[in-house]
């Protein structure tokens, strides 16, 4: 009985010594994160059957434990996957927006000086200094959208060392788990399963870790855990890994994707099933604002462009010429997969900047006599059998070579817009403000009849107008003669009529007439033989009627098939960035709270509480103090005992 007592008294000791131990290690590490609070499980021996019932024999420590409630981690993960993208995002498309919102030094007022300069050189076309002023202008203009785009192609080159480094990161996340789950299952089996407290407080944390890189999914699998990404692409499975590796794009070479090496090799991942984490978020900013934005601000320069181009060659420099090319305009950009098995080389020309969307394209050769173009902005399909194709403003086209099937190409009609947008013209003489044609009615004419400042159209040919073109009036037929022998168009009403060449044209008062791109109108009632001349604009310094053209443009709804102008465009886009901003910063705001919750609610559940720990301090040490009386006790009566037997 003296020994029944003396090992309950220690079974009791050896309790509380594990008690105050425990607790101990839990006021040592209150402040360690990712620790979970421990506690001892302990259970009554069986007892000792005697005559007079059942004899307790004292306690014992079944195993130490952690407090760990998965369902309140796993929030945690998601909270803190979904703050760590939308931070990563925020951080980036801020970038962007404090970069449009100076009103000093973007586009916008670059734009509005440019056609200011447009409207002095209208008012005084034959001024050096107006002429002056436009160029350089001009010149500002083009630095402008160069330096953004430059400063738009930094971000990209940052998006591309962040991918590496949370590769790195998730990598060297991976290989700590694997090893850890090899560990503690190695350990545990060694303990009668009983759980490594500490080693999977650590390899949790990792996981934490690793979920503020990249969205995971966690699957334990005995006391191993199981960690995918994507679509189910396993990172961990036990003690292996499959290691993530920055790739260069098969039709990119600029851009980092991220590949994945399986057992059949490396392959890249899609992005869109890459969510969550630093790395989701920095690889969304990329798709969703960083691209758009890019390709929004080069197709403003190409329609700008194009635009200024076009019309400036429908006008009369100082020369006598017709105008040439005011702005550089940058051509799409093709690249051939490296994937590709065919010799092929595509081209991909702009037919019509203003159709021009803004999104890149996929061109492919899917089989015989079969082509596809792709708009990845919204997965649009355009099929044919024939080349060219015409998507969207551009016309794709095999300029040598043989395609195979399954051949690809990515065309980026605008990334290089703004990059490659600049000034062609240096001599000030070269402005061609003035218009290529001059009009007049004869001096001597009798009738009320007066004939407009006539305009030219792309394919206009001084030639047309020399030596200049008489039109008579033959008031007995109501009929113009002397045309050139070239068909003319009368429109009237919306309505037009094609006369062929030679013959005469019905006189209708207002009517626009044309002819071998020339357009003109001819009002009033002019009398039987009262002549109209077209000729050339011999001496048109003063003329600044190409210049009012020129001018018009800044309002002119040229872009979006015709449906926005050039500032509409950039306003619509520094919009959608500014509410993006906005959009993240609202959500991170919750999303922080979001997580502060979940946290506040695990470690409600699984952190120290240091005034409890002191109540158990306190508890474990009577109880200690209590056991040892119990052997003490047990010690005095069995002294008591040995006297008795002397």
Do not use: C
Request: proline content about 3%; overall charge negative.
């Amino acid at each position: 009985m003296m020994a029944n007592i003396l090992s309950i008294g220690q079974t009791a000791l050896t309790a509380a010594q594990v008690g105050l131990s425990t607790t101990g290690h839990n006021i040592a590490n209150a402040n360690t994160e990712g620790y979970s609070r421990q506690v001892v499980v302990q259970g009554a021996v069986a007892g000792e059957q005697s005559s007079y019932g059942f004899v307790g024999k004292g306690t014992e420590v079944t195993m130490v434990k952690r407090v760990y409630n998965e369902f309140l981690a796993g929030q945690v993960l998601n909270s803190q996957t979904s703050q760590n993208a939308l931070s990563s995002y925020y951080s980036q498309v801020k970038q962007i927006n404090n970069m449009f919102a100076d009103p000093t030094a973007g586009i916008t007022p670059a734009m509005q000086d440019f056609f200011k300069g447009v409207q002095s050189l209208a008012a005084d076309p034959s001024s050096g200094a107006a002429r002056q002023t436009l160029i350089a202008s001009a010149q500002t203009l083009a630095g402008q959208f160069q330096s953004m785009d430059g400063r738009l192609d930094q971000l990209r080159e940052g998006v591309n060392g962040d991918i590496q480094s949370s590769i790195a990161s998730i990598n060297s996340l991976a290989s700590q788990i694997a090893k850890l789950n090899d560990t503690i299952s190695t350990v545990q089996a060694g303990n009668g399963g009983k759980p490594a407290n500490d080693l999977l407080d650590q390899r949790d944390k990792l996981v934490a870790d690793l979920s503020k890189e990249i969205k995971v999914t966690v699957v334990k699998q005995g006391s191993e855990y199981n960690i995918a990404i994507g679509n189910g692409q396993s990172l961990v499975v036990g003690g292996r890994t499959f290691g993530l590796t920055p790739v260069i794009s098969a039709t990119d070479p600029t851009r980092l994707q991220v590949g994945y090496k399986g057992n059949n090799g490396t392959i890249s991942l899609a992005e869109a099933a890459l969510t969550g984490g630093k790395l989701g978020g920095v690889l969304e900013f990329r798709s969703q604002t960083l691209d758009k934005v890019q390709n929004e601000l080069g197709r403003i320069a190409i329609g700008l462009g194009g635009a200024f181009n076009a019309q400036h060659q429908l006008g009369q420099d100082l020369n006598g010429a017709l105008g040439g090319e005011f702005f550089k305009v940058a051509t799409p950009k093709v690249n051939a997969s490296t994937l590709n098995t065919g010799n092929a080389t595509v081209s991909a020309n702009i037919s019509n900047a203003g159709a021009l969307t803004g999104s890149d394209y996929r061109f492919e050769f899917i089989g015989p006599a079969e082509y596809r173009v792709t708009r990845l902005m919204d997965g649009a399909l355009t099929s044919a059998t024939t080349l060219p194709i015409s998507v969207d403003g551009l016309e794709f086209e095999v300029a040598s070579g043989s395609m195979a099937a399954g051949d690809v190409f990515l065309v980026k009609p605008t990334v290089n817009g703004a990059a490659g947008f600049g000034v062609t013209i240096s001599d000030t003489a070269k402005i061609a403000a003035a218009a290529p044609v001059r009009t007049g009615a004869d001096s001597d004419n009798a009738g009320s009849g007066k004939i407009s400042a006539g305009t030219v159209a792309a394919g206009f040919s001084a030639a047309t107008v020399t030596p200049a073109i008489s039109l008579a009036y033959n008031a007995a037929a109501g009929e113009l003669t002397g045309f050139p022998a070239l068909p003319v168009t009368l429109t009237s009403n919306g309505s037009s009529t094609v006369y062929p060449a030679g013959t005469p044209v019905p006189y209708t008062e207002g009517a626009t007439v044309s002819f071998g791109n020339i357009s003109f109108e001819i009002s009033g009632t002019p009398a039987d033989g009262d002549s109209f001349t077209i000729g050339s604009n011999g001496g048109g310094i003063g003329d600044n009627r190409n210049a009012l053209l020129l001018g018009a443009l800044q309002s002119a709804k040229t872009l979006s098939n015709g449906t926005a102008t050039f500032q509409g465009v950039f306003g619509q886009m520094v919009n959608m960035v500014g509410n993006k901003t906005h959009e993240l910063d609202v959500n991170m705001a919750a999303e922080t709270t979001l997580l502060a919750q979940a946290v506040a609610a695990q470690q409600g559940e699984s952190g120290v509480n240091l005034d409890e720990e002191a109540a158990n301090l306190l508890r474990y040490q009577q109880a200690y103090q209590a056991a040892g009386k119990v052997m003490q006790t047990a010690s005095k009566l069995f002294d008591v005992l040995l006297t008795l037997g002397q």
